[in-house]
C-alpha cells in the first residue's frame, strides 16, 4: 500500500493524490458536474458564448436544417415520381383510345369501299352480260 502525506500550504495547487481526478480545466470532477448541472438549469441562449460554441450551434442548425431538406426533397421526388406515373398512365390511356378510333374509323372505311367496289363490280358485270 502507498501512502503519501504531502503538506500543501497553496489551496490552488491541488495534493498529488488529486491529481487523477484534475481535468484539463483545473477542476475536480464534482466542481465540474456541479458546473454543468448549473448550466443545464438556465437558458442555453443566456449569457455570452464563445465564438466556438456559436459556430457549433450554427453548424447544428445547418446540419438538422439540411436533414429536414433532404427529407422534404426525398418525400418531394416520391411525388414527382407518383406525378409521373399517373401522368404516363393517362397517356397510355389516351394513346389507346385514339388508336381504337381510327381503327374503328378505318374498318368503316374499308367496308364502305368494299361495298361500293362490289357495286361498281356489279354494274359492270351486269352490262357485259346484257
Do not use: C, W
Not at 59 to 88: C, H
Not at 95 to 106: A, F, H, V
Request: cysteine-free.
Amino acid at each position: 500500500m502507498k501512502t503519501t502525506t504531502v503538506k500543501n500550504t497553496d489551496p490552488q495547487v491541488p495534493a498529488q493524490e488529486d491529481d487523477e481526478d484534475v481535468g484539463r480545466t483545473g477542476l475536480q470532477q464534482t466542481e465540474l458536474q456541479s458546473l454543468k448541472r448549473q448550466f443545464d438549469q438556465g437558458d442555453p441562449t443566456a449569457g455570452l458564448l464563445s465564438y466556438t460554441a456559436k459556430k457549433r450551434r450554427s453548424i447544428d442548425k445547418y446540419i438538422d436544417g439540411a436533414a429536414e431538406a433532404d427529407t422534404k426533397a426525398s418525400s418531394d421526388m416520391m411525388t414527382m415520381i407518383f406525378l409521373m406515373d399517373e401522368r404516363s398512365a393517362k397517356r397510355e390511356e389516351s394513346r389507346i383510345e385514339r388508336q381504337e378510333k381510327y381503327d374503328r374509323e378505318r374498318e368503316e372505311r374499308d367496308a364502305r369501299r368494299e361495298e361500293l367496289h362490289l357495286l361498281l363490280m356489279g354494274k359492270m358485270m351486269g352490262q357485259h352480260q346484257k
